[in-house]
């Protein structure tokens, strides 16, 4: 069984740039969320996808967006970079049967912002 | 709106001791479930630990059990018998349930340290 992946490991971009980030979900999983850790904080919910549609959106701006794939993979895009961008950016995938469904985590992409 | 607060940002314990990671969470809702995550430096979280709400009874794993305060709104994490793999950052995290949607909603993190 493949864990859950997430690329690029690491990115540098620059102020006013876009950002596309990647994850592949858990062998079986139908939904996808995504976090953003900034240092020495707990993670915060973005935005949450199940079968292709947005599932729920945590308090994060229009520029921050999201797609998932047939094949459940999902993207984070993130529009006009600001420095309080920099962070770990986290994917999460679940199978949603019922009412409760684990996350598994993938190891996350650190995004630094210049 | 939901929110779970860690008061320790950071705990100590030498290897083979017990541990209490202290955590509090506020929610008008009655079904939910509260799990604490374990974030080794490598950056992969992974859940240690899953108490529903619903039930009395406090969840156990190995080494690892909470005390689960409803009334209270507290649900504290021991670690037994300290390794130094368990070492990390530790996360109290909340869900509401009753539904598909699954928004974690975390506290800070406390930073474990175990000395050998």
């Known amino acids: 069984e493949t864990g859950v992946t997430q690329s690029p490991t690491h990115l540098i971009k620059t102020r006013g740039q876009q950002v596309t980030l990647r994850c592949s979900s858990q062998?079986?999983?139908?939904?996808v969320s995504w976090y953003q850790q900034a240092l020495g904080q707990g993670p915060q919910f973005i935005f949450q996808?199940?079968?292709?549609?947005?599932?729920g959106r945590g308090n994060f701006p229009p520029r921050f967006s999201g797609l998932q794939f047939p094949n459940y993979s999902s993207e984070l895009n993130v529009n006009a970079l600001e420095l309080d961008d920099s962070a770990l950016y986290l994917c999460?995938?679940?199978?949603?049967?019922?009412?409760?469904?684990?996350?598994?985590f993938g190891p996350g992409t650190r995004l630094t912002v210049l | 709106a939901q929110t779970v607060t860690q008061s320790q940002p950071e705990m100590s314990v030498q290897e083979a001791e017990t541990v209490t990671l202290s955590c509090t969470y506020d929610t008008s809702e009655s079904d939910y479930y509260l799990f604490w995550y374990k974030q080794p430096p490598s950056r992969q979280m992974i859940l240690v630990i899953r108490?529903?709400?619903?039930?009395?009874q406090n969840a156990t794993e190995n080494r690892f059990s909470v005390n689960f305060q409803k009334a209270a709104k507290s649900f504290s994490l021991k670690i037994s018998d300290s390794q130094l793999g368990d070492a990390a950052m530790y996360f109290c995290?909340?869900?509401?349930?009753?539904?598909?949607?699954?928004?974690?909603?975390f506290g800070q993190g406390t930073i474990l340290t175990v000395h050998p």
């Open positions: 999460a995938s679940s199978l949603v049967a019922g009412f409760y469904n684990e996350q598994f």
């Open positions: 995290a909340y869900r509401r349930g009753g539904t598909s949607y699954g928004k974690l909603t």
């Open positions: 108490q529903e709400a619903y039930k009395q």
């Open positions: 062998s079986g999983h139908n939904t």
């Open positions: 996808y199940y079968r292709e549609e947005e599932n």
